[in-house]
């Protein structure tokens, strides 16, 4: 077992109505932090169940949003009108529930360039904007992945210079997609993995009570920020000593 660099904070959650009042207070501290020292917050997002559970967060919290500024932490080389790519899924479930969030405030990867390319470009956007994320979201598959880092590429654990590299050959469809690395995620601010189900109740103990490397979320450990981690009754279950 490695040890962590900042102690990790658990938040447990027994309802849907807990977890998304969790992550909206998560939201707002960052946000009032990041704006407290400087005119834009930057937010990684990632996609699955947690744009249903953000756009909850965002909502009831009621979140002035003008000011942020969203990246994805992996995205699928799809077209943008895909229905597999995370951006148009945001951006569909965005244009009618929070309006007030404008097309101009995402940054997109351009799946319309050659796979390495895109990752390229993607890397030089972040590069452009952002020193250090203010707050990354991330989620945890059942077999450990986060962003599009997966168990059965160890290789892509182990680069150390690009921050978004391509993907191919992903045992999950689609097969190909860019990501952050850990270089990029490991120096956030704040890195917040949201998962919930119980069927992920023993790779969460797994990845954040083991620390077992064989899954990559274990492998998020923020240099100099704080990672947490909001679960619901299911995925926490076997977690009780740590909250």
Partial sequence: ???????????????EEQ????????????????????????????????????????KSGNLKTADWVFFFCDERYVPLDDNDSTYGAYRAEWLTQLPCIQESQFVRADTSKPLDACAADY??????????????????????????????QPATLQETKCLVIPIRNSPKPPPERITFTL?????????????????KASVVKSVFVD????????????TKGQLTLIVDAGAGEEITALN
């Avoid at 937010?43 to 559970?53: A, P």
């Avoid at 945890?140 to 168990?151: E, K, V």
């Avoid at 620390?211 to 923020?222: E, H, I, S, Y």
């Fill in 19 to 58: 977890l998304v009042q969790a992550l909206g207070d998560l939201l707002k501290r960052c946000s009032q932090e990041a704006l407290s020292r400087k005119d834009k917050f930057s937010v990684g997002l990632s996609g699955g169940s947690l744009i249903q559970l953000l756009t909850k967060a965002l």
């Fill in 183 to 199: 270089p990029l995620i490991n120096n956030a601010r704040n890195v917040a993995f949201v998962v919930t189900g119980a069927g």
């Fill in 211 to 222: 620390l077992d490397k064989k899954f990559p979320a274990a492998w998020v450990n923020p």
């Fill in 123 to 152: 890397e030089a956007k972040v590069k452009s904007q952002v020193d250090q994320f203010d707050l990354l979201l991330l989620g945890m598959g059942p077999d450990g992945h986060t962003c599009s880092l997966f168990p059965e």
């Fill in 1 to 15: 077992m490695s040890e962590r660099k900042s102690p990790l904070k658990v938040i447990p959650s027994a309802s």
